[in-house]
């Protein structure tokens, strides 16, 4: 049996010059293809064998460099039973399952803009870590009307693809959840939009009379390493091995969660989050996600129409 599958994705049709580059890659490092299959004309897998000494991280980190060059994305990963096996996708929600940042989206609201980017600025230098970052940005949101959760829905725009790529995924039986650094009354919400079994994120306190946010976050904060843990707790409990997992997002708080389950998908990510993630995907749309599961557009068509 073939050992490796690669995934080419591109945003649009694969021109033969991004299809010669990772040829050309492949022979270079002596890499013969046993087989290739269509699965639309932005997307085509390639099934290899690694020669001796050759490992799948080292290929992985070429492939980066020719990706990056040629503008297409290529997903490695062992041609097993867990490809087209998986039971259980975790997504974070902002700029992964929605377009926006929700944090941001508040921060407006409040006329906070400056001082919740200042604190952003903060983290993502590493002087302070995530759960400082949420408290003090938090902070800033006393006073703000409990209702800014609702009144910030209508403002929400689903990442394209994410309606299609749920859709498939329930269908073929999968459970699905979003694990958020942001808000639960907001992935809630788009819990129920996309039909996902699970929500976890970080709450907000709430004053007695309920009618304002306190600037106060209640319980444990969903940070990287809470991620993880939740990713474990819904296998565990839904007798699914970490094998049969796959975890998408954009942040560097994603990266463990993306480890911890058994494939990782860096969703127009960050340029270190990409780096480091199982697989990288830059398209336009979510639904791409089943190309790197193995699903042909005809078979997505056909799951979509059913």
Not at 141 to 149: K, R
Not at 165 to 183: D, N, R, W
């Amino acid at each position: 049996m073939v050992n490796y599958v690669a995934t080419l994705i591109s945003k649009t049709p694969i021109s033969e010059e991004q299809r010669q580059a990772w040829l050309n890659l492949l022979d270079r490092l002596q890499v013969s293809v046993a087989d290739k299959k269509n699965l639309s004309d932005r997307a085509q897998d390639f099934f290899f064998d690694l020669p001796d000494g050759l490992r799948l991280e080292f290929l992985r980190a070429e492939v980066s460099t020719v990706c990056n060059e040629n503008a297409i994305d290529i997903a490695l990963q062992p041609n097993d039973r867990y490809r087209r096996g998986k039971r259980l996708v975790v997504f974070d929600m902002d700029s992964t399952l929605i377009q926006q940042e929700v944090i941001d989206m508040i921060a407006a609201f409040a006329d906070v803009e400056d001082q919740v980017s200042a604190i952003t600025s903060l983290a993502m230098n590493g002087l302070i870590d995530f759960n400082e970052s949420l408290r003090r940005r938090a902070s800033l949101l006393e006073g703000i009307p409990s209702t800014v959760f609702e009144s910030l829905k209508s403002q929400i725009r689903l990442t394209p693809g994410a309606i299609e790529l749920c859709k498939v995924l329930k269908k073929e039986g999968y459970q699905l959840a979003v694990l958020s650094g942001g808000f639960i009354p907001l992935a809630n919400w788009i819990k129920g939009k996309l039909g996902l079994d699970y929500a976890f994120a970080n709450q907000l306190e709430v004053s007695e009379d309920g009618t304002a946010l306190t600037g106060k976050v209640m319980g444990d904060i969903v940070n990287a390493e809470r991620k993880a843990q939740l990713l474990r707790h819904i296998a565990e409990t839904g007798s699914i091995e970490l094998g049969e997992c796959m975890a998408v997002g954009d942040g560097a708080n994603d990266l463990k969660m993306m480890h911890t389950a058994g494939y990782g998908i860096a969703f127009n990510a960050k340029p270190i989050v990409q780096e480091k993630a199982p697989a990288r995907l830059n398209t336009r749309s979510l639904q791409d996600v089943l190309y790197i599961l193995g699903y042909s557009l005809d078979e997505q068509n056909s799951l979509l129409d059913d």
